[in-house]
Nanobody, 120 residues
């Protein structure tokens, strides 16, 4: 099993910025894709942004132009830089990683989540 540890969630005012980090560890052979999802109260979990091992990125429409995602393959860490935060960005943010372990078995694992609250 792959362990994902997230950090960086906080309370921030509208228009502010935050940077989330997620470090993956364990018996990893290769991580193909890492992503950030979020879940607001009484809403379904949604994909915010993802990045492949080759650097291809994908963003949900509501964060395009405000959020960027980056990845350090050497440390299996993914970052989500969030600028221009809005109250509707308030949610628990979850890190996800998909890839192959050292036995070449597929994994699809989640972090424990980090709370982002945007409020004045």
């Amino acid at each position: 099993q792959v362990r994902l540890v997230e950090s960086g969630g906080a309370l921030v005012q509208p228009g502010g910025s935050l940077r989330l980090s997620c470090a993956a560890s364990g018996r990893i052979f290769r991580i193909v894709r890492m992503g950030w999802y979020r879940q607001a109260p009484e809403k379904q979990r949604e994909l915010v942004a993802s990045i492949t091992s080759r650097g291809s990125t994908n963003f949900t429409d509501s964060v395009k132009g405000r959020f960027t995602i980056s990845r350090d393959n050497s440390s299996n860490t993914v970052y989500l830089q969030m600028n221009g935060l809005k109250p509707e960005d308030t949610a628990v943010y979850y890190c996800n990683a998909r890839g192959y372990d050292i036995m070449f078995a597929l994994f699809d694992d989640w972090g424990q989540g980090t709370q982002v609250t945007v409020s004045s």
